[in-house]
């Protein structure tokens, strides 16, 4: 019944503001994750992208250099990045084409946009969406909904078969952010500044009250793991 009512919903039967009955259901132990992330190595992403095409491609490849989450990758409009600064602002998350709020208050926050990851992105509005305005979808749905794209139909079509095809096994989402935050932690990264780029808000309070990442490390730190995953492309 959930699957039917969600598919009715994506397809407009239904007020998509609507709450599905069937999330208010909780079964004991159902919340728990019963198999963890695959965790990839830069290697076997750049292959898995061998196995991808536009703009699963390109969705791909922002999870993996921001650490976004599924519901914020699919939230994100041009309107959110500010190219002068490098900076990208993530502020809203969509679950079940339900627009609202992230995750947490500490998740709303501006992360640091690598050059190459800029460049990569302005190449892809150039060629998808030249006319776009600042509150279009960078991933909007294919069949003209004006709602963005829905992450686990990707999931099911794309990248578990492309995890497959490229011999990785089984992928979902949450591969990107696992795999970014173990890159973080191969780089050393300082802890602190770990928890500001994932945004997270479980480290002790007397770290998050005392002690603030500087912005430029944030930067340094996001720019060594994105010049892992995404080289700098060579130009003519």
């Known amino acids: 019944m959930h699957i039917l009512f969600n598919w009715a919903m994506k397809w407009e039967y239904i007020d998509i503001d609507r709450m599905n009955p069937i999330s208010l259901v909780r079964v004991e132990g159902s919340s728990k994750r019963l198999r963890q992330p695959r965790i990839l190595s830069v290697k076997e992403f750049r292959l898995l992208l061998d196995h991808l095409q536009e703009p699963i491609r390109t969705m791909c490849i922002v999870a993996a250099c921001l650490g976004l989450r599924a519901s914020e990758l ?16 993530i502020q809203r998350g969509v679950v079940i084409g339900r627009v609202d709020e992230v995750k947490t208050t500490n998740s709303n926050r501006r992360l640091p946009v690598h050059r190459n990851l800029a460049d990569l992105l302005l190449e892809y509005k150039a060629e998808t969406a030249p006319e776009a305005s600042k509150e279009d979808w960078l991933f909007p749905s294919p069949y003209g909904t004006g709602r963005p794209r829905w992450p686990w139909t990707i999931q099911r079509d794309h990248l578990l078969p492309a995890g497959l095809r490229a011999g990785l096994g089984p992928l979902g989402w949450h591969s990107f952010r696992h795999s970014y935050s173990t890159l973080l932690r191969s780089l050393q990264v300082d802890l602190k500044v770990q928890q500001e780029l994932l945004r997270h808000s479980d480290i002790r309070t007397t770290m998050n009250i005392y002690t603030q990442a500087v912005p430029d490390a944030m930067r340094e730190a996001n720019s060594k793991v994105v010049e892992m995953v995404l080289p700098m492309r060579k130009v003519g």
């Open 74 to 89: 699919v939230g994100l409009q041009w309107g959110d990045f500010d190219w002068k600064n490098q900076e990208v602002h």
